[in-house]
């Protein structure tokens, strides 16, 4: 509720062009995930929110009894104790539905980061999202995004309470003075119509700011990832310099979003003030008549400081659904299909309750695969990046793509896993054609270690099971043929040593290995590796070479430019430009002039 608020291709049925999205449709599916505990909460909050009608008129009869206006059927003792009976209960009613609101809220978020996480983990198929650009746009969608859809959903049950408590309010208003009341409203109907009005220029604002947060969190991203490259190239002033720029716009949108807010929430909050004075300075006359009492002017001066909460929230509503169409556009962009529903499909989340995952079960060693390209190629913003791929991978052999910089090698790889481009062409899999290569080409039939390989920051045995349960002596096993025992016997802890910010940094030649022994441990069928052995010197990568080969081993595909892999190639492929050169073994593309 309002205690929690902080600042912060096309759908199908999408009718606006601007990436808006039917958030109100959205906002109703998250209601229904949990709805009892919706419905619950939303009858405690518009109950605070109408109990002070009820104290309102008990004012007013407080006050009628101490000046005598009228006629009381209780005395004042009896009505105190009765409004703060009132105001207890509103307070005891306040606090159930912050607790059973903060429940929801938590649930509600989990939602929808799960969908979304779910969306970006899935690797083809139809539940597989479009790849996020950078991390530094996806925790923008994750962190301000989410939360700005739900505090749409939650303004809902401000604005409901808002609207029964007018309702009463006005119905004993416009008893005790009609002229009075539809004075009281009409300052009320400004604050709606002004941001009604300001809505779309609410939504670019809005916009603009997500847009630079995302930019700069997503090149410190890149910073922190490139740390030894930018120095290498005394690019360290330059990357700062470039920092500046995006955090000095980021100030500016992040400005003038705020101010647009502020404003608005200013302009609202300054209706209280103004219907007050106006109710006091058009009440004198009545009251001198005897026509209004001190108890009507206690209503009124009451019903007038919560009747301001209606065009307020009334507002906000509005401001805070232009910022949910924002948010609601972002998240689809890493959804399936682009289609912000997804977001709000219910799943069992198991957050309330002890949940033990158990860990995933390794399947039997599968057989070597062998995999056949014909015709493949790549297409990136509408040209052909890669053409024309006749390649045939035999079941357990070692094949080395090289090339110069440029030529397509990363690309072959990834287009092959599914994470590049359109493909043209065909790929089979011991024989069977793969329809969708993304949802094919994933562990346990396949594993990747690209250039950079990324681990999490914990112990290595849990980098290198993921979460697979992995006998003590098969662990050694991987060890060994990744060659990483020396390094582990020069670790205190072995396996359980931690890496990472908290823990022991690894050196670049450490990294590739722990990738390697990684993917291993997954019993792949295809194993594709992208210049895994950049970082190592010559008798360590003859090493790692020799253990990953060694006896029965997967189909390896690889990329490398050294001695040491091509020496062991079954075939090696030559690419240029895109398309394949050459095909054949060291000694055959030697004796052609290739090697």
């Not at 705020?258 to 300075?281: C, M, P, Q």
């Not at 390209?373 to 045939?392: I, K, N, P, S, T």
Request: proline share 3%; glycine share 10%.
């Amino acid at each position: 509720m309002s205690t929690q608020v902080t600042e912060g291709g096309v759908a199908a049925g999408v009718a606006r062009e601007d990436g808006t999205r039917p958030v109100a449709r959205l906002g109703l599916r998250l209601a229904g995930f949990q709805g009892v505990r919706f419905v619950v909460g939303a009858l405690l909050w518009i109950g605070w929110w109408s109990a002070p009608a009820l104290a309102g008129l008990l004012l007013q009869a407080i006050f009628d009894a101490i000046s005598a206006d009228a006629s009381a059927a209780w005395n004042v003792p009896t009505l105190a104790v009765l409004l703060l009976t009132v105001e207890g209960t509103r307070l005891l009613i306040f606090s159930g539905a912050v607790v059973l609101w903060s429940r929801w809220w938590v649930s509600m978020e989990t939602l929808l980061r799960t969908n979304l996480l779910r969306s970006q983990m899935t690797s083809g198929g139809r539940g597989a999202g479009k790849p996020v650009r950078g991390a530094g746009s996806a925790i923008a969608v994750f962190r301000d995004d989410v939360n700005d859809l739900l505090i749409f959903v939650d303004s809902w049950l401000d604005l409901a309470g808002t609207i029964v408590f007018a309702t009463v309010a006005l119905a004993v208003m416009v008893r005790v003075d009609a002229t009075l009341t539809l004075v009281v409203v009409l300052p009320l109907l400004a604050v709606f119509v002004v941001t009604r009005s300001l809505g779309d220029r609410i939504r670019r604002t809005r916009r603009a700011d997500r847009e630079a947060t995302a930019r700069v969190t997503g090149f410190l991203g890149e910073v922190f990832s490139s740390v030894l490259a930018i120095k290498v190239a005394g690019a360290e002033a330059a990357s700062v310099a470039r920092l500046k720029r995006l955090n000095q716009t980021r100030r500016h949108t992040a400005l003038r979003d705020r101010v647009l807010t502020e404003t608005l929430e200013a302009f609202n909050g300054s209706t209280v003030d103004i219907t007050i004075g106006l109710v006091l300075l058009l009440s004198a006359g009545a009251m001198r008549s005897g026509d209004f009492s001190v108890g009507d002017l206690a209503l009124f001066a009451s019903y007038v400081t919560s009747l301001a909460g209606l065009p307020r929230w009334a507002g906000l509503v509005l401001t805070r659904h232009r910022h949910a169409q924002v948010a609601a556009g972002r998240m689809a962009k890493l959804l399936p299909g682009e289609n912000a529903d997804e977001a709000v499909v219910h799943r069992d989340l198991g957050i309330e309750r002890l949940v033990h995952a158990e860990p995933r079960a390794r399947h039997d060693t599968p057989a070597p695969a062998d995999v056949r390209l014909e015709g493949f190629g790549v297409r990136h913003g509408g040209r052909g990046v890669l053409a024309g791929v006749e390649l045939h991978l035999s079941a357990g052999s070692f094949t080395v793509v090289c090339g110069p910089v440029g030529s397509g090698k990363t690309t072959l790889l990834r287009a092959l896993l599914g994470l590049a481009g359109p493909t043209t062409g065909t790929v089979r899999w011991d024989g069977e054609v793969v329809d969708d290569l993304a949802a094919h080409m994933v562990p346990p039939r396949c594993a990747y270690v690209p250039q950079v390989p990324r681990l999490l920051s914990a112990s290595l045995r849990d980098n290198l099971t993921m979460g697979r349960a992995t006998p003590g002596w098969l662990l050694d096993d991987i060890v060994g043929r990744a060659a990483l025992q020396r390094d582990l016997q020069a670790m205190a802890d072995g396996l359980d040593t931690v890496i990472g910010p908290r823990g022991v940094r690894l050196s670049g030649g450490q990294l590739q290995r722990v990738a390697a022994a990684r993917a291993l441990a997954a019993d792949p069928a295809l194993l594709v590796l992208d210049d895994l052995s950049s970082a190592l010197d010559a008798a360590t990568e003859r090493e790692l070479w020799s253990r990953l080969l060694r006896d029965q081993h997967p189909t390896v595909l690889v990329v490398s430019q050294r001695a040491a892999a091509l020496e062991r190639a079954d075939q090696i492929v030559v690419l240029d430009a895109g398309h394949v050169e050459a095909v054949g073994t060291l000694e055959e593309l030697g004796r052609r002039g290739l090697s």
